[in-house]
């Protein structure tokens, strides 16, 4: 599977973004879709995942801010981030699992300015 990601930008401390990660070339229902992000100089980190079934899970950080959310038949899957603080600063990237296999997008930046 292909994943496209897109939605970042720069956006003020109290305000939304929407990501999106479209997947290609093969049949989304079936994978667990995430999405992590890494801010400059510390390691990747989960953000939000959601299961094939629609279960998702949020790290604390993020709880009762950002929504994760899956469309399949528009193959794709989004993250809702409200009330954005400057330490959501980071790159953003979306992947797929389905069993073993572990498939990832390019990321795309989210910038909040103080």
């Known amino acids: 599977v292909q994943l496209q990601a897109s939605g970042g930008g720069l956006v003020q401390a109290g305000g939304s973004l929407r990501l999106s990660c479209a997947a290609s070339?093969?049949?989304?229902?079936?994978?667990?879709m995430g999405w992590y992000r890494q801010a400059p100089g510390k390691e990747r980190e989960l953000v939000a995942t959601i299961t094939n079934g629609g279960s998702t899970n949020y790290a604390d950080s993020v709880k009762g801010r950002f929504t994760i959310s899956r469309d399949n038949a528009k193959n794709t899957v989004f993250l809702q981030m409200n009330s954005l603080k400057p330490e959501d600063t980071a790159v953003y990237y979306c992947?797929?699992?389905?069993?073993?296999?572990?498939?990832w997008g390019q990321g795309t930046l989210v910038t909040v300015s103080s």
């Open positions: 992947d797929a699992i389905w069993g073993t296999l572990v498939f």
């Open positions: 070339g093969s049949i989304f229902s079936v994978y667990d």
